[in-house]
């Protein structure tokens, strides 16, 4: 009997805080005002030290860790890379029990005559890039406040205070949208805001830094501030700082509109910080690779992250899709409208990285003739929609696919940015040349000037806004792109006077990207890449060497006999398309070693566009500035 009544008092104890109900978030202020203090100066051990303070009542409450990160369309929150909590009250420990259902949820039964819970804890950023993207080096730290902030159920974040403090290593300097009460030192003391405008705003800081104004003279600013690996990488040149300051221009040109009190570029070149592209409000984290601005010529492609970034602010952040009108940061996203939050804004990305002269016209047509070759050709689209694409972020979690092309990823992103095209050129076809979807973008993103907060949409304000412009059957002319299979949204491309064509030659840029990448690119002729290592990567679903037993895991180590080098094999296939003779691969798989031979006679084959005769060039049109 004394077994069985401890065992129910055991059960009943554990099962207070087995998958518990949370509070439903209301919408209503927080009584008090979260104090958050960052310890950031460990860039030894990587070790991000919190303490938090949160005011609290006698009773049970629950503390949540966010699960559902903005701008990254999926429960990707690093809770791996959180440790160390402990809770106390007025000195005395507090016992914290996390949901055994919902794992992001932590209950406390709080004392009598406790205000304010202690939390102290740790964020552990990776020390190797098998943990995780790395968010801290000895030069350079990125701040993504989600990751370092718990914060109380029940109420919608945008009505809970929070006052920050960090501290920087010793004589850093720093970019973020938040706005600075006061500096002591190194402890950077941050004015009061709400939890869901302050996850929004991270924080880079470094070493060698260097602030850019962009918009001198305007009452709005924006800025880029660069931090990197080393002094000399931080450094711009008038002509290269002239086309950072082309875009913002081209920017407002377009949208006729500013969404934002103050806008920041956080921007790291570091071979050792992680790449990152995000999105937020009123600034934007973007990292590429160190020689940005010493190497100009050679790192084109990078060029084309800040304009989509910035273009996020009007779309994706100030219009943004009502199923992402959520109350906290553990409430699902729902990511069906993500062919326009991301698919627009790559189109727009695209536009304004010419417009702007951040790359050239004839770059972005290459970077257009890449995806229109990708998706006419993929397996996948036989059996998946670009709207199914849109739930990869929280089916997949952005993990590498062995079989991309017959898996898709995703896709709303590149092919979203075609059939953006595709209605691009369909205005401009109807209207004889007087309406684009510039017309749109100043309609839909241009509304309340100065407003910084999120207006939401649905399908029917996208369809009803275009039918202002231009009336037509826009729903289904997009419900059939989006949510049907068929061939790939190429129509655009034939309106506006060009056509995808194969030749044995790469274009200029994408040369560069393949030199840059140090890989060698067979996707359309032997249905494969070769990696830097000799590793077979990108294997197409029914592409030659896929047909000939190729999989993941495989390293290329020999042509036709011969030490593989990428010039040996591109000769190879040269001389199959004459010869008629299969091309004899020795190849590692795992442990076992093994000969493979394909027979493809196709040649080299590389994308690109162009011009159909006697047609109107109106991508030329499409990709020039404004005037």
Same mark, same amino acid.
């Given at each position: 009997?004394?077994?069985?009544?401890?065992?129910?008092?055991?059960?009943?104890?554990?099962?207070?805080?087995?998958?518990?109900?949370?509070?439903?978030?209301?919408?209503?202020?927080?009584?008090?005002?979260?104090?958050?203090?960052?310890?950031?100066?460990?860039?030894?051990?990587?070790?991000?030290?919190?303490?938090?303070?949160?005011?609290?009542?006698?009773?049970?409450?629950?503390?949540?860790?966010?699960?559902?990160?903005?701008?990254?369309?999926?429960?990707?929150?690093?809770?791996?890379?959180?440790?160390?909590?402990?809770?106390?009250?007025?000195?005395?420990?507090?016992?914290?029990?996390?949901?055994?259902?919902?794992?992001?949820?932590?209950?406390?039964?709080?004392?009598?005559?406790?205000?304010?819970?202690?939390?102290?804890?740790?964020?552990?950023?990776?020390?190797?890039?098998?943990?995780?993207?790395?968010?801290?080096?000895?030069?350079?730290?990125?701040?993504?406040?989600?990751?370092?902030?718990?914060?109380?159920?029940?109420?919608?974040?945008?009505?809970?205070?929070?006052?920050?403090?960090?501290?920087?290593?010793?004589?850093?300097?720093?970019?973020?949208?938040?706005?600075?009460?006061?500096?002591?030192?190194?402890?950077?003391?941050?004015?009061?805001?709400?939890?869901?405008?302050?996850?929004?705003?991270?924080?880079?800081?470094?070493?060698?830094?260097?602030?850019?104004?962009?918009?001198?003279?305007?009452?709005?600013?924006?800025?880029?501030?660069?931090?990197?690996?080393?002094?000399?990488?931080?450094?711009?040149?008038?002509?290269?700082?002239?086309?950072?300051?082309?875009?913002?221009?081209?920017?407002?040109?377009?949208?006729?509109?500013?969404?934002?009190?103050?806008? =920041?570029?956080?921007?790291?070149?570091?071979?050792?910080?992680?790449?990152?592209?995000?999105?937020?409000?009123?600034?934007?984290?973007?990292?590429?690779?160190?020689?940005?601005?010493?190497?100009?010529?050679?790192?084109?492609?990078?060029?084309?992250?800040?304009?989509?970034?910035?273009?996020?602010?009007?779309?994706?952040?100030?219009?943004?899709?009502?199923?992402?009108?959520?109350?906290?940061?553990?409430?699902?996203?729902?990511?069906?409208?993500?062919?326009?939050?991301?698919?627009?804004?790559?189109?727009?990305?695209?536009?304004?990285?010419?417009?702007?002269?951040?790359?050239?016209?004839?770059?972005?047509?290459?970077?257009?003739?890449?995806?229109?070759?990708?998706?006419?050709?993929?397996?996948?689209?036989?059996?998946?929609?670009?709207?199914?694409?849109?739930?990869?972020?929280?089916?997949?979690?952005?993990?590498?696919?062995?079989?991309?092309?017959?898996?898709?990823?995703? =896709?709303?992103?590149?092919?979203?940015?075609?059939?953006?095209?595709?209605?691009?050129?369909?205005?401009?076809?109807?209207?004889?040349?007087?309406?684009?979807?510039?017309?749109?973008?100043?309609?839909?993103?241009?509304?309340?000037?100065?407003?910084?907060?999120?207006?939401?949409?649905?399908? =029917?304000?996208?369809?009803?806004?275009?039918?202002?412009?231009?009336?037509?059957?826009?729903?289904?002319?997009?419900?059939?792109?989006?949510?049907?299979?068929?061939?790939?949204?190429?129509?655009?491309?034939?309106?506006?006077?060009?056509?995808?064509?194969?030749?044995?030659?790469?274009?200029?840029?994408?040369?560069?990207?393949?030199?840059?990448?140090?890989?060698?690119?067979?996707?359309?002729?032997?249905?494969?890449?070769?990696?830097?290592?000799?590793?077979?990567?990108?294997?197409?679903?029914?592409?030659?060497?896929?047909?000939?037993?190729?999989?993941?895991?495989?390293?290329?180590?020999?042509?036709?006999?011969?030490?593989?080098?990428?010039?040996?094999?591109?000769?190879?296939?040269?001389?199959?398309?004459?010869?008629?003779?299969?091309?004899?691969?020795?190849?590692?798989?795992?442990?076992?070693?093994?000969?493979?031979?394909?027979?493809?006679?196709?040649?080299?084959?590389?994308?690109?566009?162009?011009?159909?005769?006697?047609?109107?060039?109106?991508?030329?049109?499409?990709?020039?500035?404004?005037?």
């Amino acid at each position: 009997m004394k077994l069985a009544l401890l065992s129910m008092l055991m059960g009943a104890a554990f099962s207070a805080h087995a998958g518990s109900p949370l509070p439903a978030p209301v919408d209503q202020n927080y009584p008090g005002t979260l104090v958050l203090k960052v310890d950031a100066s460990d860039t030894v051990q990587n070790i991000f030290r919190v303490k938090e303070s949160i005011p609290a009542k006698p009773g049970k409450m629950t503390l949540l860790y966010p699960q559902w990160v903005p701008a990254n369309h999926g429960p990707s929150s690093p809770i791996n890379q959180f440790a160390g909590l402990k809770i106390s009250a007025n000195g005395k420990p507090v016992t914290w029990h996390r949901d055994n259902v919902n794992v992001f949820a932590f209950h406390v039964e709080v004392p009598a005559g406790t205000r304010t819970l202690d939390l102290e804890y740790q964020f552990l950023s990776p020390t190797e890039a098998n943990q995780g993207r790395t968010t801290m080096t000895p030069e350079i730290l990125g701040i993504q406040w989600h990751a370092v902030t718990m914060y109380p159920a029940g109420y919608y974040t945008r009505r809970i205070p929070i006052q920050a403090t960090v501290t920087v290593p010793q004589g850093w300097q720093y970019g973020s949208a938040l706005e600075l009460d006061e500096r002591k030192g190194d402890d950077l003391v941050f004015k009061t805001t709400d939890l869901e405008t302050f996850v929004d705003s991270p924080l880079f800081a470094g070493h060698y830094f260097k602030r850019y104004d962009l918009d001198p003279g305007a009452k709005i600013p924006v800025h880029m501030n660069v931090v990197a690996d080393t002094a000399e990488a931080v450094e711009a040149k008038p002509e290269q700082l002239e086309l950072h300051r082309n875009l913002i221009k081209q920017a407002y040109k377009l949208f006729q509109s500013q969404h934002y009190k103050h806008y =920041d570029f956080l921007f790291a070149l570091s071979d050792e910080f992680g790449g990152v592209g995000r999105e937020h409000h009123q600034s934007s984290e973007n990292g590429v690779k160190l020689d940005y601005f010493t190497d100009w010529n050679k790192a084109e492609s990078m060029r084309g992250l800040l304009p989509h970034e910035f273009t996020h602010s009007w779309d994706g952040k100030f219009r943004r899709p009502a199923g992402q009108d959520v109350p906290d940061f553990n409430t699902p996203l729902q990511n069906d409208l993500l062919w326009v939050y991301e698919g627009q804004t790559q189109f727009w990305g695209q536009v304004l990285s010419a417009r702007s002269g951040l790359q050239k016209s004839a770059s972005v047509r290459d970077q257009i003739a890449v995806n229109a070759a990708r998706y006419s050709s993929i397996a996948g689209r036989e059996w998946r929609t670009v709207q199914d694409t849109t739930y990869d972020p929280i089916i997949n979690s952005r993990r590498p696919l062995g079989w991309s092309s017959y898996q898709r990823s995703e =896709d709303y992103y590149n092919e979203g940015a075609l059939i953006w095209l595709d209605v691009d050129t369909k205005l401009r076809e109807m209207s004889g040349d007087k309406l684009s979807l510039d017309d749109f973008a100043r309609k839909f993103y241009g509304v309340k000037d100065g407003m910084n907060t999120a207006l939401h949409y649905t399908f =029917d304000d996208v369809v009803k806004t275009l039918n202002s412009i231009q009336p037509y059957d826009w729903a289904s002319f997009l419900h059939t792109r989006v949510e049907e299979l068929g061939p790939a949204p190429l129509d655009g491309l034939a309106r506006a006077g060009w056509k995808l064509v194969f030749t044995d030659k790469q274009t200029e840029y994408l040369k560069s990207v393949e030199d840059r990448s140090k890989s060698a690119d067979f996707i359309y002729s032997l249905g494969f890449n070769v990696g830097s290592e000799g590793k077979i990567e990108s294997i197409q679903w029914d592409g030659a060497g896929f047909k000939a037993g190729l999989s993941g895991n495989t390293t290329l180590l020999a042509v036709n006999g011969r030490a593989y080098k990428p010039e040996l094999l591109r000769a190879a296939v040269t001389a199959a398309k004459d010869s008629k003779k299969p091309i004899d691969l020795l190849v590692k798989h795992g442990q076992q070693y093994r000969t493979v031979s394909l027979a493809y006679y196709g040649g080299l084959r590389y994308p690109r566009l162009e011009r159909i005769e006697g047609t109107k060039d109106r991508l030329e049109i499409l990709l020039s500035p404004l005037k």
